[in-house]
């Protein structure tokens, strides 16, 4: 029996791309001859014509699933709706805008034929972006690895191919707040990176504002690290021996000069700093306790409009 590919696209308005992206993965699949494939697209509640289309292609050829989102629940969870419903031996993350090149995933099969269980594609080059995007991205991969506690490997998007013992992993952790890398660096086997020239956008632009990028940025180290915990221990340590300095100070000159600290310039100061400390610390807290809020909810993680291309085998609507 020849071995099965699921390709999962997360795609959210992106009309302009997906015919393309259709063209390229098709070409693809020829390409590859001893190996059966699905591909699985992901509408992650878009606005434009991008589930008319998708539904059209599934129409038009078997190998093409499509999940529709009842609304927009974001890349992450789009991309967990895509490895839940993924049947093949290994999966395949992929952009739908074809900055991650499809022809890379030929490297990613050979490596995962050679026995490795995660092959994550590394970027080597990123032409096409802000050099603001460029520099936090730069900057948040090197922080993250600081404050986690398992290793995520630096300047790897989600582009990767996961064999099946990782994807059962993965689809047997329900925590709400994913950050798809981090998890399938947490989970371990044998991984390995692929370097590949990451290519620039297709068409339209960008579907992570900077709003977004902040959410998944704190997403990131929230749920990788407990360490910000810790620091504001160590911000509040540091801010009361900064008061005892000044306490020090100030019942030394009144025992033992003729001056005393006066004025309320110091009282002021002393109080709007300790009121800041002190607010970072319990903003802190309340982002783990939201996150706890969240997961203790038990909500499903996504809701399914409609599965398309599956025929009666449609797994259900929400997880
Ligand atoms: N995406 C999604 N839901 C969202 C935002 C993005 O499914 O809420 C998809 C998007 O269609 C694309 C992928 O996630 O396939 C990566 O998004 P994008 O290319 O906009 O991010 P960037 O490459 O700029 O970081
Ligand atoms: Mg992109």
Redesign the pocket.
């Known amino acids: 029996m020849t071995a099965l590919l699921s390709v999962v696209?997360?795609?959210?308005?992106?009309e302009e791309?997906i015919g393309e992206t259709m063209k390229r993965l098709k070409a693809f699949c020829a390409e590859l001859s001893d190996l059966d494939v699905e591909l699985i697209f992901?509408?992650?509640?878009?606005r434009d014509r991008?589930r008319q289309l998708l539904r059209s292609f599934a129409a038009e050829d078997e190998r093409i699933r499509v999940i529709g989102f009842a609304r927009?629940?974001?890349?992450?969870?789009?991309?967990t709706a895509g490895i839940d419903a993924a049947r093949g031996d290994a999966v395949v993350l992929?952009?739908?805008?074809l900055?991650d090149p499809p022809e890379v995933v030929h490297q990613m099969v050979a490596k995962w034929r050679e026995g490795y269980d995660v092959v994550y594609g590394t970027r080597t080059e990123r032409p096409g972006?802000s050099a603001f995007?460029l520099a936090t991205?730069r900057s948040f991969y090197r922080l993250l690895n600081k404050l986690s506690d398992v290793p995520i490997p630096l300047d790897t998007?989600?582009f990767r191919l996961m064999s099946r013992h990782v994807v059962d992993t993965l689809r047997a952790m329900p925590e709400r707040d994913r950050f798809v890398r981090g998890m399938v660096s947490w989970v371990g086997f044998k991984q390995t990176a692929l370097p590949y020239k990451r290519a620039e956008?297709f068409a339209?632009?960008?579907?992570?504002p900077l709003r977004?990028?902040l959410r998944f940025a704190t997403d990131g180290i929230l749920s990788f690290s407990t360490k910000p915990l810790q620091m504001s221990i160590g911000l509040g340590l540091s801010a009361a021996s900064l008061a005892l300095v000044g306490i020090l100070y100030a019942v030394a000159m009144r025992l033992f000069t003729n001056e005393w600290v006066e004025g309320w310039t110091a009282l002021m100061i002393a109080v709007l700093f300790l009121g800041g400390v002190q607010l970072i610390c319990v903003g802190i807290l309340g982002e783990y306790i939201g996150r706890i809020y969240n997961e203790v909810k038990h909500r499903p993680l996504y809701v399914v409009q409609e599965y398309l291309g599956y025929g009666e085998h449609a797994p259900a609507l929400s997880r």
């Open positions: 696209v997360p795609c959210y308005n992106e791309v992901i509408d992650d509640g878009s991008t927009n629940f974001g890349h992450q969870i789009a991309v992929i952009d739908a805008d900055q972006e995007k991205a998007g989600d956008r339209g632009e960008s579907k992570y977004k990028m």
